[in-house]
């Protein structure tokens, strides 16, 4: 009887009468969009893969990947007994754990802010000012921040030495370096970072804001308890999303910023990876920090992710 009752109910829906071709037929057009999405991934993405074998060889460009010497875990004891690669993974972490404590939370707070703007125009100006570091590039941004924080003729200091105060050597001691790397990195990515928050903001019902406001709520408390809450689930997928790149860091910031005087908190994976592959030519030692990247992002991805779950929200997973 349920057997009946389920293919009744197929056969009403148009689903389960027909063999798979013909949805694929029927809607071939949406299919055909998605060729060119599915061969980047696969040309770009996934061919790649096949160089991870370099990380277990002795990789020597004329020989080429199958040329070269299958070593096994050797490079990767080479990497692991080095106190160079220990410093740029504490390093990473750092960086991006304080990125995140600052950038995190004042992302969600300039959403809301942006939000609660009635001017249009204003408005509008304002998401601009704020998108337009993020097309910014690092070289031109490490620029302006050099411009900005040089110990000797800096604008910052400057003003500071007219007041009458020592100068704060930014960029030469390795607290105010972290404080400078974080600055620069909100500046440059706390407007685009909104996006997301207030295309959530703008798909919160309209009749929970009046009903609030005629049950007697402030501004604030409408805030604290609608908007916050509806938009609990995007914040918890964000904040997941985040952690899970705890290991990754760009290139050019650090790269850009740092300098011999601040190497022991600048050296980070990237610039290491950098240095061993581009300047020492050392391909397998590089390859074999990459896969260390790659796979500490996944663990922690899943755990962030079965953490989410555990208190109760939806993960991404």
Known sequence: MKRKN????????????????????????????LVPVIVYYIVFKYIPMYGLT?????????????????????NFKKVFSTDLFWLSTRNTL?????????????????????NEIRSVAFKKVSQ???????????????????????????????????????????????????????????????????????????GIDESLYEAAYIDGATKIQRILYVTLPMIK?????????????????????????????????????STYIYRLGIVKAEYSLSTVIGLFQSVINIIILFLADRFAKSIGEEGII
């Open 128 to 202: 601009t000012l704020l998108y337009l570091p993020h097309f910014i590039s690092w070289v031109v941004v490490a620029g302006i921040a050099t411009n900005l924080f040089a110990q000797t003729d800096g604008s910052i200091n400057n003003f500071i030495t007219n007041l009458g105060f020592s100068p704060i050597p930014f960029l030469n001691n390795n607290g105010w370096w972290i404080f400078t790397y974080v600055v620069s990195n909100v500046w440059k990515e706390i407007g685009w970072g909104t996006i997301i928050y207030l295309a959530a903001i703008a």
């Open 6 to 33: 389920l293919a009744r109910r197929q056969a009403r829906a148009g689903t389960g009468s027909k063999p798979i071709w013909f949805y694929l037929w029927r809607d071939k057009w949406l299919y055909l969009m």
């Open 94 to 114: 750092v960086l991006n754990l304080a990125t995140l404590l600052v950038n995190f939370p004042l992302t969600i707070l300039v959403a809301l802010m942006l």
């Open 233 to 269: 689930s995007v914040v918890i997928v964000m904040l997941i999303l985040s952690i899970s790149k705890m290991m990754s860091i760009g290139l050019d910031a650090p790269l850009l910023l740092g300098n011999t005087k601040v190497i022991n908190v600048s050296e980070v994976i």
């Open 54 to 74: 370099i990380a277990f060889k002795d990789f020597n460009v004329f020989k080429g990947i199958n040329g070269s010497e299958w070593v096994g875990l050797e």
